[in-house]
Nanobody, 123 residues
Framework: VQLQASGGGLVQAGGSLRLSCAAS????????VGWFRQAPGKEREFVAA????????NYAASVKGRFTISRDNAKNTVYLQMNSLNPEDTAVYSC?????????????????WGQGTLVTVSS
């Protein structure tokens, strides 16, 4: 399985961006796709996740109400719509895929990782 993340860029505080994570390769059922981010000098942290089978979602408290994760089954793509961005959201965002039974907030629960895409929010 290969994951391709895209959509990062530079945006002003209060603005929006939509990240995409396109999956290709062999079909895997009963999986979860998550977004993680890592800011300079900080540890990687969980952002959001979606379970492929039932579209159930989970969010970090810091992004709940501002970010929305969704998927397009036909395109094998997961999106992260990010609104009301602030400078604290600046980070490299990575998508990952793993079995749905794993703990959604733990990076170790995910098996496949895409390359990161940089999001920079200016004040």
């Amino acid at each position: 399985v290969q994951l391709q993340a895209s959509g990062g860029g530079l945006v002003q505080a209060g603005g929006s961006l939509r990240l995409s994570c396109a999956a290709s390769g062999r079909t895997i059922s009963n999986v979860r796709v998550g977004w993680f981010r890592q800011a300079p000098g900080k540890e990687r942290e969980f952002v959001a996740a979606i379970k492929w089978s039932d579209d159930s979602t989970n969010y970090a408290a810091s992004v709940k109400g501002r970010f929305t994760i969704s998927r397009d089954n036909a395109k094998n793509t997961v999106y992260l719509q990010m609104n009301s961005l602030n400078p604290e959201d600046t980070a490299v965002y990575s998508c990952a895929l793993g079995p749905a039974i794993g703990l959604y907030y733990r990076s170790s629960s995910y098996v496949y990782w895409g390359q990161g895409t940089l999001v920079t929010v200016s004040s």
